[in-house]
């Protein structure tokens, strides 16, 4: 069935990456057990194709976490949408056991996660930004379904833009790429979201010079890979802590992204959720890998030895600003130490500077002043990632991210994300169970929803 705006689904997510992915292949499990009625999903993604921070596949790049924390082992571990289902289909299965590393490569995680999607296809409309969310009343003066306009090449509207109608939604349009003030992306000014992608297109003759801002993960990868692959250019790392600090992934530490450590979690008090926090960081933010803090420290020894040195450390530094001069960018370096600040020309700035946690409340406009706060103004979340709102709205609003105020580290990254996705499709399951009062109930499963997924 065509969706002409009057077609109310059961659930929309909003944003395909690997969190709304685990959804789909949960709520396709859950409508595999005997029981139930099927749920009519449709996902909205604005990239053209699925796409896994494609700018940081860099070659030889690895993951951060275990192949094991997949779309679905956690929740499944017989589910057909696990890492070791797509290494039997691809015939890899004995060659990456040999390989013993728990750690795929991100080109081979991405390859997965297309393997997934290709199963999911036709639930998801490309190229299709969702722009707005609003609350749409019954006759009962209660919100029963949610409105969503959705900006899409091809539609019929003069604006581009359509509207699509749920019960539930799924939030999942993951983190936004973070400048520094003072300083604007341009032809030779990079965020390390888009790094690789450009670099291949760009013209690396007469590069003489690189410098990257940043102390985390990205830009260490990007120091690397610059030194490696542009031998004649001088590489600058613009930081503001004395070095790289490690990131902790031993074993006890790593429990904090246990599927039970959300519950340890959610239910403790705001006081030990900071601990938490405070202990807990290097686990992930700021932090990196030990192998690689090695790999660029012994490169800067082998310069040492050869009297050539080529890549350079600029710590307790800030980038104050960039601008265009003479052909080349002009960054004014900030010492923490003193205050003075320097000026380095350079051919290509990339800031690795990070990401900002995904706010749903700007597409959600009046819908957000429905949705209950805390006592310092963030979005109150239920266990089940549902947004508490006002006793009007029986639409569930959930997140996949910006939880780290209520369900911890694991939020926004792919740890918890099969347990995660789950507990969202039972609640959504559960919740188009009880069919809405004057609505009839019924969902509409149809050519772009999960035909054949059943809510028990
Ligand atoms: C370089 C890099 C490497 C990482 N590696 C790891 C790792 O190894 N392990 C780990 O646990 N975490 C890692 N992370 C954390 C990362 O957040 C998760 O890997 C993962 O991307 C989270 O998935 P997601 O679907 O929630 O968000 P995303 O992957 O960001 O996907 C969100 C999607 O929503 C789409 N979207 C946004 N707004 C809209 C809209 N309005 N309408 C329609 N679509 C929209 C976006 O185009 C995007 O495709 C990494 C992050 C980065 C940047």
New binding site residues.
Partial sequence: MRDDGSRIHDVIG?????????LATALDELGSEPGGRAIDAAF????PA????R??LLPG?????SFL?DLATFRNPASPYSFVAYLHSEGRLAAFVNRKDF?PS?QE?HDYLEWVEARFTKYVTYN????SVSPEHGEDGEVDRLRLE?RQDGTDASDGTRTVHARNIVV????AAWMPDGIERGDTVWH??EFITRFREFDTTGVRSVAVVGAG??AA?ILRFVYDNLPDAEVYAILSPLGFSVADNTPLANQV?DPSAVDDFFYSSERSKEAVWRYHRNT?YSVVDDELIHDLHERMYQDELNRRTRLTFLNLSRARSAEAAGGRTRVAVESLRSGAVDHLDVDLLVCATG?EP?DPTR?LGDLAGLCRRDGEGRLRVDRDYRVVTSPEIRCGIYL??GTEHTHGL?S????N?AVRSGEIANSIAQSCARPPAGLGGGAMPGPNGLSGVKAV
């Fill in positions: 909003i944003g395909f990456g690997p969190s709304n992915l685990a909205f993604e604005k990239q699925l796409g896994w921070h700018g940081m790049s690895k993951m951060q976490v924390k750690f991100r995680f299709a930004e969702v722009v959705v999942s349009t993951g983190l390390s979201s993960q990205s990868e992204f992930n990401y995904m597409m996949q991210g694991s926004s990254l792919l740890s994300i």
